[in-house]
């Protein structure tokens, strides 16, 4: 990691001719468990990932930032009060932090940023959050400003939301700052209190195969949408603030004042998903065998696929086959429609799972799946 920071810092220099003020990093995140559910005000038990996105930066005088990325091969100029819909491109995640943090009236100076990442981008495991609250922080640093890590997040997700137009919840932004080693995050996302918990999968014999799936995701922003704006509406037909208000007891009684079956399979889904993250949080906590988390993530990625219609035929194959191979579990995981499936398989038979997803993409003549290494690691941090 060392290399990596001294690297950036040069690349800076050669580019910028300065020095940087410091350097600044952010990891990605695989969830383990509780998709679709942190925007209903409910539960989520991702971690943060070892791969993070580094930045260097300095002020500068003058209208317009720059934001250089190495991974991009582009250098980007920013007009420091740019707007909303300004900004096209991977420019506006950082863009959208510095607009966030203008909004609450802190005086963002033009910048130059230079960005390096091992977040692989594209395959859903929020590069985009990684590169947000990696910058966020810095700004915060620079404009000393003492906030905790999910006020950070949170000008992350605004960015995300409002200057990016991307209607997510905050599960990547909050996972991103409060990441920790050897531990899964227990994320409430109403309150966004965090409890982490124990994950130390190769004391028992366990690994996360976490696999991209390479599915050309088209449909992401406008069906993510659609089912964001279903689960309000039921929320409103049944009268609370959030589907995280339906108790499991309740869903039974509540299905029935649904107008359509799309709608009640949505609901089904998202309460039934809360109630798997819980168990499995309650059993992490309290020191169980993670073996036993294996059938909630083939029952999340159930729901997923036939309630929650966020599946897509490389994510289901590649689950069938990893639970076919012995996996204790297996599910898709983040937004959907394409992106990552993550599975927990003895060490022994973390191989044998990869090699069954690669031989069923083979027979179907689609691209080898990535084998993604996955270790729960720090949040965000100043790494200089
Ligand atoms: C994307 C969003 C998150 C979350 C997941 C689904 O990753 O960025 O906020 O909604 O989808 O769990």
Redo the contacts with the bound molecule.
Sequence with gaps: MGDQIDALAERFRRSYRREPVGVWSAPGRV?LI??????NEGF?LPIALAQRTWIALAPTTGATSRYTSVQADESMAVEREAEPGAVRGWAAYPAGVAWALRQDGHDVPALNVMIDSTVPVGA?L?SS?ALECALALALCDLLSLELDPTDVAMIARRA?NEFVG?P?????QVTAMHGRAAHALAIDCRSFDVRPVPLVLPGRGLELVVLDSRTPHALVDSE?GERRRTCQEAASRLGVRALRDLEPAALKAALTRLPDEKMRRRVRHVVSENARVLACTGLLAAGGDPREIGSMMNDSHASLRDDFEVSAPRLDVAVTAAQGAGAAGARMT???FGGCVVALAEGSRADAVVAAVTEAYAQRGWERPTRIPATPSAGAARVR
């Design positions: 969830n509780g998709d679709h559910t942190d925007y989520v859903g929020s959050a995300e991307a997510t919840g905050a599960m990547d993510y983040g937004g959907g």
